[in-house]
């Protein structure tokens, strides 16, 4: 099957689909300034240390929490203006997820990256707004959708007048609390648009941790290397210097002093794949 021949631009030298990969990473959610700004320095410089474009990446807003008693933002406001800080002081894109049409706008006033969440990837009036934006469009895969079928959500934004659009996997419900992953998703997907894939969630064990979500961090590495390898063009990983002391999704994530080994692994991996890959 054909890939997906042309680059997506996140931003001025930033694209997915070129000749290095694209990194999304840093925190699951926005829990102040300073964590966000320590995430930002020491996975930029391991990314570019290791050949990666480099996208900050964090949720203004948790709005699909297990429970009504979990974290989800330090409000609107206050958190698109630390996103905004930390694109402007470490020049770097940033991308956060919009769970309602009327955010489009507004959050696409300070970040490059707009992301349609698993859960809400048919939501035709979201992908709408969202590529209306102007901005760059990831649709996360629902855990529920058949690959082909994310076609229709690329075309949404495309319709909208936006070519671009980025396609992420994070995995498939399997039972209840677990989730595997297809590798045939990944060039399934790709003949519609570049293809990341989300670490971090792909490991994740939805609700299933009395009230919150829990995670299998030590698969992670595996999945990583059969994705790098099946030739995806980015990765997305979520990660926290303490992980047992994020406010949203510690079970799944790397640690950040871990990310530069890591990202040094994906690089190899990733290089072997594009030397077969379609």
Not at 51 to 69: H, I, M, P, Q
Not at 188 to 213: C, E, K, N, W
Not at 240 to 250: C, K, M, N, Q
Request: hydrophobic content about 45%.
């Amino acid at each position: 099957m054909q890939a997906f021949s042309r680059p997506v631009e996140l931003a001025p030298g930033a694209v997915v689909g070129g000749a290095k990969p694209t990194l999304l990473a840093g925190p699951c959610v926005v829990e102040s300034y300073d964590i966000c700004a320590r995430i930002a320095g020491a996975v930029k410089e391991a990314a570019l240390r290791h050949g990666f474009d480099y996208v900050f990446k964090a949720s203004f807003d948790k709005a699909n929490r297990t429970s009504v008693k979990s974290f989800r933002s330090i409000g609107l406001d206050a958190a698109l203006e630390v996103l905004a800080r930390i694109r402007a002081e470490f020049e770097v894109p940033v991308v956060s997820d919009i769970h309602e049409s009327q955010q489009a706008a507004q959050v696409a006033t300070v970040v490059d990256v707009l992301q349609i969440p698993a859960y809400l990837c048919r939501q035709t009036d979201l992908l709408v707004a969202a590529a209306e934006t102007g901005r760059t469009v990831n649709i996360k895969r629902g855990q529920f959708m058949a690959a082909e079928d994310m076609r229709h959500a690329v075309q949404k934004v495309v319709d909208a007048g936006n070519p671009r659009a980025l396609l992420t996997e994070r995995g498939t419900f399997f039972g209840y609390h677990d989730l595997v992953v297809d590798m045939r998703a990944l060039p399934l997907m790709r003949q519609y648009a570049p293809v990341i894939f989300d670490v971090t969630h792909s490991v994740q064990r939805p609700g299933g941790g009395d009230g919150r979500s829990a995670g299998n961090p030590e698969f992670a590495g595996y999945l990583a290397r059969a994705a790098a390898a099946a030739g995806v063009d980015g990765f997305f990983i979520e990660t926290h210097p303490v992980p047992a002391e994020a406010l949203s999704d510690g079970p799944n994530m790397i640690r950040l002093d871990a990310m530069p080994e890591f990202l040094a692994m994906l690089k190899d991996c990733w290089e072997l794949g594009r030397r077969y890959a379609g």
